[in-house]
């Protein structure tokens, strides 16, 4: 989150814009635990605070806290100065020293977005938020899911890992024990770790609970994407044991991105013009219009839209030369 | 819970235990991941009996678990019927147990802790060479039994004979009716790293002469510790014994240098093999006051980040050998510690005198002696009483100095291409060898400088 908006145009990412598009109706589907627009939204907007606009339009959440970890005068006035509403109030530090201000007795959506990769500082808002958070909250955490930098030299996958974890205590035991990471491997790993924590959190919080009353917590979504760096993003609903019902009446399984297991959703962009995504939106099942075969476009291509076309945003950026 | 008090004479107090006191009460004393060491201890020390000493060659432990079931086996002796029978199983160690020399377990607390730490049902099979035997508890009944006293307390051997296979022996102890806490740590994705780094450090003397620690199917390996030795860096190496009323306790202490990483820093100390301490920095080693004069509050450590120091005690008579009965510190109050405190604390006053000089000269001729020293594994020292160092008398480095400055990156940008440099680093080196060479400075070494 720190600057990283200096490098990468938000707006221009077209799997960062789906995911938004997929996390919205995921959030949507809240409405059994209580209104939607009375969750706070808790994220880290950069300049373009994309999320937050979306977020809000959609769900309607309200109030909405954005962090953003600069202690810039000049960089914190560009953030005020973009601040698309007026409900949105900005947080200037680390997110490990700023979400403990919060009061978390609101039920919250909170999406930590992270630009960086797996760190011991992303580990210790999973934990916080896992003591913290109300029944009926959404936990979003986006991280960049490669191991390769180049400032960690001739180290070992395990040792890089291990060091940004802070302690091999962190690490699945299959993977300490194998001694490497494979690359197609790391978003497992990742998504394993973040987890575990989680659990540990919400394991602490429900020590000398009585049964029925703990807490406990579901994946809704684990999505795999690349719009220049490889991200992945995972997604669980806290909840009270006694909410089982009304998690069952969210339907989360019925969304075509729901992944409640290690294995992702790949969010692909197709590579087409919009002309051709405006011709394959065309077609319908039936063939009235025209049947998709007929089209001189990739199959594989169409298939990548049609995962995704309900989520495509509709808005695009012309380049003016 | 329906237990009988003994009638009182007239001038006594009941002072009698109860199970709570043991199954309940005792356990918070120790943490869960130390349960488990302290059971692998009591495998250790009947592989230490069986083998005569220090020799683990071919004795295996294995531990595995599932979601709702613990075990540990060894192929170690075994437990005799009559150990079992007499005090295997009593709850602290009686005076006339069958002595166990250099054992790591002498409380008569640890497998019983362990086991009520871990959950409500438990089941001990031991072969030895000759015979065989289990026992059998459900807490939840062995709780709710009635008597008397607590000499009155007893756990069924379910099965007791004669072994017909001597290969076959050795003890295995299976645990479930789990306790929450055990049910999360074993669903757990990273609770065999955390253990099988635990079990490294605990008992890496063991594991580093032969024993074979097994993990869910992971084996555990240890890295011998080592020091930086040289001919000019010589560290601390020497034993001693004492006699700490009237028995015999082996001190070896060894004090030097090793890798400038804080977090190893401090004294390592070990009893029987295993270890208790570990990086130890704080009063209870000395740390404090040998560093400043007894502050309260510790110092910053940073200069003194090579330091490593090692104690490793041994005896027969494992109740004079300082540890707590967790085996995860000091018993500082030890004779046997307490006589060795004087040696610890100038032996570190010799290393951090000469980490003070190290630190005033960084560059300097002892940093070459420390560059220029291997790590040499500790069982591999020669004795030498006291630390000892030289300045490094091989070929210095020409001395190095970085220059560090800013300048307009478009400025940058082009004396870059006219160097056809690649970095910034590079356009500073090439400018200052170009100064140099136009100039006709006459100061240019052998080898050249590395240019930041």
Same mark, same amino acid.
């Given at each position: ?321 | ?266 004294? *390592? ?40 120091? *090692? ?5 027969? *008579? ?116 170009? *100064? ?17």
């Amino acid at each position: 989150m720190a600057n990283s908006f200096r490098k990468i145009d938000y707006r221009l990412r077209p799997a960062k814009a789906v995911e938004r598009r997929m996390m919205a109706e995921a959030f949507l589907r809240l409405r059994p635990f209580g209104s939607i627009e009375s969750y706070r939204y808790v994220g880290m907007g950069s300049v373009y605070f994309s999320d937050f606009s979306l977020f809000h339009g959609l769900c309607g959440f309200d109030p909405m806290i954005s962090i953003e970890w600069t202690d810039d005068a000049k960089i914190q006035k560009r953030f005020e100065l973009n601040v698309p509403l007026g409900n949105i109030e900005l947080l200037f530090g680390h997110s490990n020293v700023t979400l403990p201000t919060l009061p978390w007795d609101l039920r919250s959506v909170v999406w930590l977005d992270y630009d960086g990769s797996l760190g011991k500082e992303v580990l210790t808002d999973v934990r916080y938020l896992a003591a913290k958070m109300q029944p009926g909250s959404f936990l979003a955490v986006s991280v960049n899911a490669s191991l390769n930098d180049t400032d960690e030299g001739s180290k070992s996958s395990l040792q890089v890992l291990t060091d940004r974890l802070g302690s091999i205590g962190k690490i699945p035991s299959h993977v300490a024990s194998a001694g490497a990471i494979k690359a197609r491997e790391v978003a497992a790993v990742y998504r394993e770790i973040l987890t575990q924590e989680l659990l540990d959190g919400i394991n602490d919080r429900n020590a000398g609970r009585p049964v029925g009353q703990k807490l406990c917590f579901e994946q809704v979504f684990f999505f795999r994407y690349e719009d220049g760096a490889p991200m992945l993003s995972l997604g669980w609903v806290i909840f009270d044991e006694g909410q089982r019902a009304s998690y069952a009446q969210c339907s989360f399984h019925t969304l075509t991105f729901y992944k409640s297991g290690p294995d992702p959703f790949a969010i692909s962009p197709p590579l087409l013009t919009s002309t051709e995504l405006r011709e394959v939106s065309r077609c319908d099942q039936d063939g009235k219009y025209r049947k998709i075969e007929e089209l001189p476009l990739p199959p594989s291509e169409v298939d990548k839209f049609q995962k995704l076309r309900r989520y495509w945003p509709i808005t695009s950026y012309a380049e003016m030369t | 819970m329906p237990e009988k008090s003994p009638p009182l004479e007239s001038n006594t107090v009941n002072a009698a235990p109860t199970k709570r006191f043991f199954i309940s009460v005792l356990i918070k004393d120790i943490n869960f991941m130390d349960a488990i060491v302290e059971l692998v201890d009591n495998s250790v020390d009947s592989a230490r009996t069986g083998s005569g000493g220090g020799n683990f060659a071919g004795t295996v432990i294995d531990i595995d678990h599932t979601e709702s079931e613990f075990s540990i086996s060894d192929n170690a002796p075994g437990i005799s019927i009559r150990t079992a029978k007499n005090s295997a199983f009593r709850f602290g160690r009686p005076d006339d147990a069958p002595s166990n020399p250099g054992a790591v377990g002498e409380f008569g607390v640890g497998m019983k802790r362990a086991l009520f730490k871990m959950g409500r049902h438990f089941v001990v099979s031991s072969a030895t060479a000759e015979e065989y035997f289990s026992v059998d508890v459900d807490v939840d009944e062995w709780e709710a039994q009635t008597e008397t006293a607590p000499n009155g307390w007893t756990f069924v051997m379910r099965t007791a004979g004669t072994n017909d296979d001597p290969a076959k022996k050795g003890t295995k102890i299976v645990v479930d009716k789990l306790y929450d806490y055990a049910i999360e740590e074993f669903k757990s994705v990273n609770f065999d790293t955390r253990l099988i780094a635990i079990l490294k450090e605990a008992h890496a003397n063991s594991l580093t002469s032969g024993l074979e620690i097994i993990v869910n199917k992971t084996a555990v390996s240890a890295i011998p510790a080592t020091i930086l030795s040289s001919q000019e860096l010589l560290p601390i190496s020497y034993e001693q014994v004492l006699d700490i009323s009237g028995k015999e306790v082996r001190v070896r202490i060894i004090a030097g240098v090793g890798d400038p990483l804080l977090a190893d820093a401090g004294w *390592y100390v070990y009893c029987n093999g295993r270890q208790i301490e570990k990086a130890e920095k704080t009063e209870r080693t000395g740390w404090n006051s040998a560093i400043d004069g007894g502050e309260t509050v510790p110092k910053p450590h940073w200069q003194f980040r090579r330091f490593r120091g *090692y104690l490793f005690f041994e005896s027969d *008579y494992q109740d004079v050998l300082p540890w707590n009965t967790t085996k995860t510190g000091l018993d500082v109050e030890a004779p046997a510690y307490r006589r060795i405190r004087a040696d610890m604390s100038s032996a570190m006053l010799q290393v951090i005198d000469f980490l003070n000089q190290l630190d005033s000269e960084p560059d300097g001729p002892l940093a070459a002696s420390v560059a220029a020293a291997p790590r040499v594994e500790l069982t591999n020292l020669a004795p030498n009483p006291s630390f000892s160092f030289k300045p490094s008398t091989r070929p210095q480095r020409p001395k190095q100095s970085r220059i560090s400055y800013l300048m307009n990156s478009e400025m940058v940008e082009a004396v870059k291409e006219s160097l056809g440099a690649r970095s910034n680093p590079e356009v500073g080196k090439q400018t200052f060898e170009y *100064y140099v060479r136009e100039e006709g400075i006459d100061c240019v070494p052998e080898e050249s400088v590395d240019g930041q």
